[in-house]
């Protein structure tokens, strides 16, 4: 099987801060690095990281040629990835406690072709997954075709619009959202999460772990979350979400593909940084122990 993945491809510019700027304040960063990332280009190295096969769907301009290339070294399928005009970018400052705050300038991320799309998944087939996140244009169009083509369409809604989510809930089997995009959704479709369209929804609470609302048995389960001491939690997400569909490309269940995902993620917060950063498999081994099955 094969993780088809619709997704931003940015240049990361982090910068640690004293606290995050209050309007009109000006702050001298005490660390400065570059990194890839891009919500897709981060759950697609995690899904690589998780033993997937994955395809990556995006563009680059020629200043980013180097971020296709380090997909392909993580184990990226780029094939796929267009020439665009100019490579997206993220300001992402980041405070002593770990939090940030980001900027996205899209550029070629939202340059992506009909024809792109339909050309990458002309090579998909049946019980693939198709991913997705907010970063990218031709997202309907791209959960349609999936679709009718039978994959599995898991959709992270972040960073958060109503409209985006309310257009793609009819195509999703699997949505993926935060706390407070969650209560966003609430708000927005003026209906509670277990009553929206998809079977499985996935609402991660940081420290606090993580709750699956299973619509297919009716019932909603308690994941926690593991102590370790973050530093970083940029990222921690799409690691979460790219590990979840390398389990569950893998024919993982949805609940070990759940405590493999928290296991990442917990371990990606003690990492400063994104794409970069995303731990392997032995990474987490070494660190938590084997999986409990
Ligand atoms: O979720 C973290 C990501 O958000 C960063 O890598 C940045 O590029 C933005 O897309």
Redesign the pocket.
Known sequence: MVVYNLG?I?S?YFYHLPNLPLAGETLVAHEYRRGM???GA?MSVAASRGAARVMHIGSVGQDGLWAKNRLLEYGVDTRHIASGSITGH?I?MIDPSGENS?V?HPGANREITKDQIGSALSEASSGDILLMQN?TNQQIYTAKTAKELGLKVIYAA?PFEAKSVADILPYMDMLVLNEIEAKQLETSSGQDLQSLGPNHIFVTLGSRGCKHFDKLQDKTLHFDAIPVKAVDT??A??TFTGYLAAGLDRGLGVEQSIMLATRAAALMVMRHG??DVIPDLKDIEDKFGPQPI
Request: net charge negative.
């Open positions: 931003s940015n990361d990332g891009g919500k981060n993220a992402i980001i996205i970063e972040a940029t990222g997400g799409d994104t794409s």
